[in-house]
C-alpha cells in the first residue's frame, strides 16, 4: 500500500499557482493511492504568520478551499496540523538527529537571513525538522513537492535513515518526490516578471486568487503585462506572454489555444482578444470553485466535522508510528 501526504500553509487566500501546483494533484492522488494525508500546515505558518485574529479565518478558508477544489474526506485524510499532537512529539526526537550546520545551510533559512528585518526565531531553523514529522509520522512512501521544497524532502530522508542506522532498524519510510508531470507547472504573476504567483505578495493584481468575483478576474487579465509583439515569425515568447499562454492552456479550450498560438506565430495576434478570451474562459473555470468555497465557508460545523475526522484518521497513523518509534528508542520504562 502506497501512502502520499503532502500540505500548504494557511498564509493567505489560494491562487491558481496553488490549485494547479498542488490541489489539482491531491484531488488526483485520493483516486490513485491507497492511504492520502492533505493536511492544512498551520505550525509552520507561525514561522512568518502569528496573527491569532487572522489565522482561524485562514485555516477556514484553507479547509473549505480543499474540499470545493475536490478533496473527498471519504477518500483521503484532511486535517489541520495542530490538530495531531503526534507530529510535534515526532518533530522533537528527530530534532536530535538534525544537525545544527546542515539547517543553518538550508536555502530557505539562508534567503530568510539576508532578509532586512526578519527575526530568526528557531522554529524557521528547525521548519526541515517539522516537515520531515508531517511526512515520517505517516511513513509516506510518496510526496508531491516543488523544486522549492526538495531540499527540504532531502532532509526528511536523511533523518529518517540516521534514524535507522542509528538503532538498526528499517521503521521509518524514506520518503519520495513525486509529481504526475516530469515538468513542475508553474504559474506566473501577472507583472511580467517571470516570478511565481504568490500569497504574499503584497500587489494582489499580480495572482488570480480562487475567490476573486468575476468582475476582478476580468479586471487583472486586461492589466495583466504583456509585450510589443512578435517581430518575426515563430519568436521565443518573452515571459509576460509565456506566462498568458500558460494560463490558456490550463483553462481555455485546446482549439482555442490552437487559434491564438497560430496568430503569435505569424505575428497577428492581438493581446487585447487573447486577454478579453483568456479573462472569460478563467471566469468560467473559476467561477464554481469560488461558489463552493462561499457556500462551504457557510457551514462552519461541516468544515469542523470534516477536520474532526481527519484528525481522528491521522492521530492513528501518527499513534502507530510514534509508539514505534518510543519503543525502538527505549521510551518504554514501566511496561
Known amino acids: 500500500?502506497?501512502?502520499?501526504?503532502?500540505?500548504?500553509?494557511?498564509?493567505?487566500?489560494?491562487?491558481?499557482?496553488?490549485?494547479?501546483?498542488?490541489?489539482?494533484?491531491?484531488?488526483?492522488?485520493?483516486?490513485?493511492?491507497?492511504?492520502?494525508?492533505?493536511?492544512?500546515?498551520?505550525?509552520?505558518?507561525?514561522?512568518?504568520?502569528?496573527?491569532?485574529?487572522?489565522?482561524?479565518?485562514?485555516?477556514?478558508?484553507?479547509?473549505?478551499?480543499?474540499?470545493?477544489?475536490?478533496?473527498?474526506?471519504?477518500?483521503?485524510?484532511?486535517?489541520?496540523?495542530?490538530?495531531?499532537?503526534?507530529?510535534?512529539?515526532?518533530?522533537?526526537?528527530?530534532?536530535m538527529f538534525a544537525n545544527k550546520g546542515e539547517l543553518e545551510k538550508c536555502t530557505t533559512f539562508k534567503e530568510k537571513a539576508r532578509q532586512k528585518g526578519q527575526t530568526l526565531n528557531a522554529g524557521l531553523l528547525t521548519y526541515p525538522v517539522l516537515m520531515a514529522a508531517d511526512i515520517l509520522v505517516h511513513r509516506a512512501h510518496k510526496v508531491p513537492v516543488g523544486k522549492d521544497q526538495m531540499q527540504h524532502l532531502e532532509m526528511a530522508r536523511n533523518f529518517a535513515q540516521r534514524f535507522n542506522h542509528h538503532y538498526d532498524t528499517d521503521f521509518l519510510v524514506l520518503p519520495e518526490a513525486f509529481s504526475y508531470t516530469e515538468e513542475l507547472i508553474k504559474i506566473l504573476s501577472l507583472d511580467g516578471t517571470g516570478s511565481k504567483m504568490?500569497?504574499?505578495?503584497?500587489?494582489?493584481?499580480?495572482?488570480?486568487?480562487?475567490?476573486?468575483?468575476?468582475?476582478?478576474?476580468?479586471?487583472?487579465?486586461?492589466?495583466?503585462?504583456?509585450?510589443?509583439?512578435?517581430?518575426?515569425?515563430?519568436?521565443?515568447?518573452?515571459?509576460?506572454?509565456q506566462g498568458l499562454f500558460n494560463l490558456m492552456q490550463l483553462v481555455s479550450k485546446p482549439e482555442?489555444?490552437?487559434?491564438?498560438?497560430?496568430?503569435?506565430?505569424?505575428?497577428?495576434?492581438?493581446?487585447?482578444?487573447?486577454?478579453?478570451?483568456l479573462g472569460k474562459d478563467m471566469v468560467d473555470y473559476v467561477g464554481p470553485i469560488r461558489d463552493k468555497i462561499a457556500e462551504l465557508e457557510s457551514k462552519p460545523s461541516y468544515l469542523k466535522e470534516v477536520a474532526a475526522a481527519g484528525a481522528e484518521t491521522a492521530r492513528k497513523s501518527g499513534r502507530e508510528t510514534l509508539d514505534g518509534v518510543r519503543e525502538i528508542m527505549g521510551i518504554n520504562y514501566f511496561a
Not at 256 to 277: H, M, P, W
Request: charged share 20%.
Open 1 to 95: 500500500m502506497q501512502t502520499v501526504l503532502s500540505g500548504s500553509r494557511p498564509t493567505g487566500l489560494f491562487h491558481l499557482g496553488n490549485y494547479f501546483g498542488a490541489i489539482a494533484n491531491y484531488v488526483k492522488m485520493q483516486d490513485d493511492f491507497d492511504n492520502c494525508y492533505f493536511f492544512i500546515a498551520d505550525y509552520h505558518s507561525f514561522t512568518t504568520h502569528t496573527d491569532p485574529l487572522v489565522l482561524p479565518q485562514h485555516v477556514k478558508r484553507a479547509m473549505a478551499t480543499y474540499l470545493a477544489c475536490g478533496l473527498d474526506p471519504n477518500k483521503a485524510s484532511v486535517y489541520v496540523q495542530s490538530d495531531v499532537p503526534e507530529i510535534p512529539e515526532l518533530y522533537l526526537l528527530l530534532a
Open 198 to 241: 504568490s500569497k504574499s505578495d503584497n500587489n494582489v493584481n499580480n495572482a488570480v486568487f480562487l475567490t476573486d468575483t468575476d468582475e476582478a478576474i476580468l479586471k487583472k487579465l486586461k492589466k495583466a503585462t504583456a509585450d510589443a509583439g512578435p517581430q518575426e515569425p515563430n519568436a521565443q515568447k518573452s515571459d509576460a506572454v
Open 256 to 277: 482555442t489555444l490552437a487559434e491564438f498560438e497560430a496568430a503569435y506565430n505569424d505575428c497577428s495576434i492581438r493581446y487585447g482578444d487573447l486577454k478579453v478570451q
